[in-house]
């Protein structure tokens, strides 16, 4: 058993003064030391699956240690040690040796930060999707989220695809396209907000989000098969085609009266349909971003991408207001605020990916 020690005499103040400020720099320091520590556990995790990819390509080429032995001139200890993780350090040269006797090629690189967030991102992204995918099969509200979430997901993914692949001397091009597809996001995070934002109001708007493909539906149908083209001779040879017909009509006729277009009279009443709308919600897109409270994202957003849609002269010419490398920043930003509106809503833990998802939401303009 251990002997407790006990103080007899009290500490002075001066003493309790500097035990509290150690207390306090460890405290200030402690997050840091975690953070390095996570990140040297990184490196080695990444270090044993190269030592493991080695030791795969060893074995499908059929050599034992000892035939590694004798290309690397190697010990056999040491190369099972490599192997086994317990060379915690090894240089270059042993690694270049060992890859080109299996017939490898060692590659180093660099990584930004930027490309080390957005990796976890994509991870994220891949996990979480997945994740919540069983649960918007019966769940209205879970489903009209999570195809939001897809939507934003895959455009993030796009965007990223088209920045790195993009040379630094064309990134002004690069924008006019980005900023297409960040108009895009936009719009899209707009929908889920609304769609999330009132509990006494999610299974109606998300039911009327998703029932308006069927009024989308009958509405491409009209407009492509009253024409004469190659196209309209293969859809109408189609031994189907009455039949699909027939069930885009049932379908359209059983939604249209929640989607028709009303209009204001000169004499102040209100004339309904026969038209329908053309979104699913009322009030077209400032009224979702006057719900949201994002007023100024949405006059900042429009006036900035708008032209990158539809080809405008400035957009063509100059590109947005907008930086190359904020592409991305803006794209994780309507991705996570959409993935935080599912985890909450399927009511799943992420952990600490909350508070990384939380600091990408942050938007970059005052709400108004």
């Not at 957009?315 to 959409?338: D, I, K």
Request: aromatic share 8%; with cysteine.
């Amino acid at each position: 058993m251990m002997k407790r020690i006990t103080r007899k005499e009290r500490l002075t103040s001066e003493e309790a003064a500097k035990i509290k400020a150690v207390r306090k720099q460890v405290a200030e320091e402690l997050p840091d030391l975690i953070a390095r520590h996570d990140e040297r556990m990184a490196a080695l995790d990444q270090l044993q699956g190269l030592l493991q990819q080695l030791k795969t390509a060893r074995e499908k080429r059929g050599l034992s240690l000892a035939d590694l032995t004798e290309l690397t001139g190697m010990d056999r200890s040491a190369l099972s040690k490599l192997e086994n993780g317990q060379r915690p350090n090894p240089t270059v040269e042993t690694l270049v040796r060992y890859a080109e006797a299996v017939g490898k090629h060692l590659k180093i690189e660099l990584e930004d930060q930027d490309d080390v967030l957005d990796k976890w991102f994509e991870s994220f992204l891949h996990a979480f999707i997945h994740e919540i995918h069983k649960k918007q099969e019966k769940d209205c509200v879970a489903k009209a989220l999570y195809c939001l979430l897809v939507r934003e997901a895959n455009t993030w993914r796009s965007i990223r695809v088209l920045q790195k692949n993009t040379r630094v001397e064309f990134h002004d091009v690069f924008m006019v396209d980005a900023g297409t597809l960040l108009r895009a996001m936009f719009d899209a995070y707009l929908q889920a907000d609304f769609i999330y934002r009132d509990p006494s109001e999610r299974k109606q708007r998300a039911t009327d989000y998703l029932d308006f493909e069927h009024v989308e539906r009958y509405r491409m149908q009209e407009k492509v098969l009253k024409h004469d083209n190659e196209l309209v001779t293969r859809l109408s040879s189609s031994a189907r085609k009455l039949e699909g017909e027939k069930r885009v009509l049932e379908q359209f006729e059983r939604v249209k009266d929640r989607f028709l277009e009303e209009k204001k009279c000169r004499d102040g009443k209100v004339k309904v349909g026969p038209a329908t709308r053309m979104h699913w919600y009322k009030g077209g897109l400032p009224h979702l971003a006057k719900a949201a409270g994002r007023m100024a994202e949405y006059d900042t957003f429009v006036a900035s991408f708008g032209g990158c849609v539809h080809s405008s002269i400035f957009a063509v010419l100059n590109g947005p207001p907008v930086r190359s490398q904020n592409a991305l920043f803006l794209a994780s930003e309507f991705t996570a605020r959409v993935a935080i509106m599912n985890a909450e809503y399927n009511r799943i833990y992420i952990g600490d990916d909350r508070a990384n998802l939380d600091e990408l939401a942050k938007s970059g303009l005052d709400n108004s």
